[in-house]
């Protein structure tokens, strides 16, 4: 199993920069497939980004971004670190939600799309507030 821990969230300007990580104990994330995940109040769960292990197949074309987000937030993984972040660049306040992390045995690129049930493991979440 994977434990998983968001961190960096806050309060930041619109048009600013965040990095959100997320730190993972147990294994290693290159076991995994890590989504970031955000839910804002009243809305559903939305996947953010996806980044499979190093080994991925050919059909992988991960990482993969959700439209809302592509050329404005970008995930990477340190896999000596044992880490995946998020950094978010030119934030909005349509992005103000809380952010999660999670761990998929399967590869972005089976995955991509899902809300989140195909995904075993979550951080507790980490807070982003973009004012304007």
């Known amino acids: 199993d994977v434990q998983l821990v968001e961190s960096g969230g806050g309060l930041v300007q619109a048009g600013g920069s965040l990095r959100l990580s997320c730190a993972a104990s147990?294994?290693?994330?290159?076991?995994?497939?890590i989504g970031w995940f955000r839910q804002a109040p009243g809305k559903e769960r939305e996947v953010v980004s996806c980044?499979?292990?190093?080994?991925?197949?050919?059909?992988?074309?991960?990482?993969y971004y959700a439209e809302s987000v592509k050329g404005r937030f970008t995930i990477s993984s340190d896999n000596a670190k044992n880490t995946v972040d998020l950094q978010m660049n030119s934030p909005k306040p349509e992005d103000t939600a809380v952010y999660y992390c999670?761990?998929?045995?399967?590869?972005?690129?089976?995955?991509?799309?899902?809300?989140?049930?195909?995904?075993?493991?979550w951080g507790q979440g980490t807070q982003v507030t973009v004012s304007s």
């Open positions: 980044i499979s292990s190093s080994d991925r197949s050919s059909s992988d074309q991960s990482p």
């Open positions: 147990g294994s290693p994330v290159d076991d995994y497939a």
């Open positions: 999670a761990a998929a045995g399967y590869a972005c690129y089976m995955i991509w799309g899902d809300r989140g049930d195909a995904y075993d493991y």
